[in-house]
């Protein structure tokens, strides 16, 4: 007899591991000491997040999430458009432990470079975000703005007028890809765009617990910022398309 492990809560899962293991990898590899990548700079890191976007999106749909959210914030804001809770019991879970195994396959896959690299502040990047400039309300405002845009462009590209006739499978994934790179190429300077709270909530868990050679304090004042941030700026743009019936 088969089984399968094919489920929402699996896709979400897979999906998410995906996602923060080519993510928070790619930021490793441009911070982490005689890394190949190292002093990628900022466009690898964007670049290499949009990639994470789309290969994560492609493996939540595989592993049988069609709606491959990756995203509490996400989640939360399609729950307040359809007016149906039910999915975030399940897919939040799903988020936040995948983003904490993608966490552990990061720090397995660069383990010989954290004791080479004395920037503590360097690795911490590799797990979660950090503020270029420590301003709590400007810091949850651009994770309000960043998120809500989010929402709002992922909305015009499934909206009834915003898919061309034909389009791809693949081809949205792609493009939701695109936006999550551009939104860091612009947006991402201030915070480091997390735009997802469970991409940053899991990994600083694993930042927190993990044996990391010289690691510095998960920074957990600053915890609530890319959490509460994209889950505000996610369901007042929810809001707004449910109110002007832009879908």
């Known amino acids: ?99 904490m195994a993608g966490a552990l396959l990061v720090w ?45 462009l992922v909305a015009a590209l499934i909206s009834r007028l915003g898919v061309p006739r034909g389009m791809p499978d693949g081809l949205g994934p792609l493009l939701v890809g695109y936006i999550v790179w551009g939104i860091g190429l612009s947006l991402g300077g201030p915070t480091g765009y997390a735009i997802n709270p469970a991409r940053d909530f899991g990994p600083r868990i694993m930042h927190s617990v993990l044996p990391i050679a010289g690691k510095r304090n998960s920074d957990w004042p600053y915890a609530w910022v890319p959490v509460l941030g994209p889950l505000t700026g996610t369901a007042l743009a929810a809001g707004l398309i449910r109110y002007f019936g832009a879908m």
């Open 1 to 99: 007899m088969r089984y399968s492990i094919v489920s929402p809560f699996a896709g979400e899962f897979l999906g998410t591991l995906v996602l923060i293991l080519l993510g928070n990898g790619v930021v490793a590899a441009v911070n982490l000491k005689r890394s190949k990548g190292e002093g990628g700079g900022w466009i690898s890191i964007t670049t290499g997040w949009g990639i994470a976007v789309f290969a994560g999106v492609m493996t939540a749909r595989a592993w049988g999430s069609l709606d491959a959210n990756l995203n509490p914030a996400i989640t939360l804001s399609l729950a307040i458009l359809a007016g149906d809770y039910s999915r975030l019991s399940v897919y939040v879970p799903a988020q936040i432990l995948g983003a």
């Open 108 to 152: 397995l896959a660069y383990l010989p470079h954290w004791k080479l690299t004395d920037d503590a502040d360097a690795k911490h990047a590799c797990f979660c975000t950090a503020p270029a400039v420590r301003s709590y309300p400007a810091n949850f405002l651009t994770e309000c703005i960043g998120s809500a845009l989010l929402v709002l």
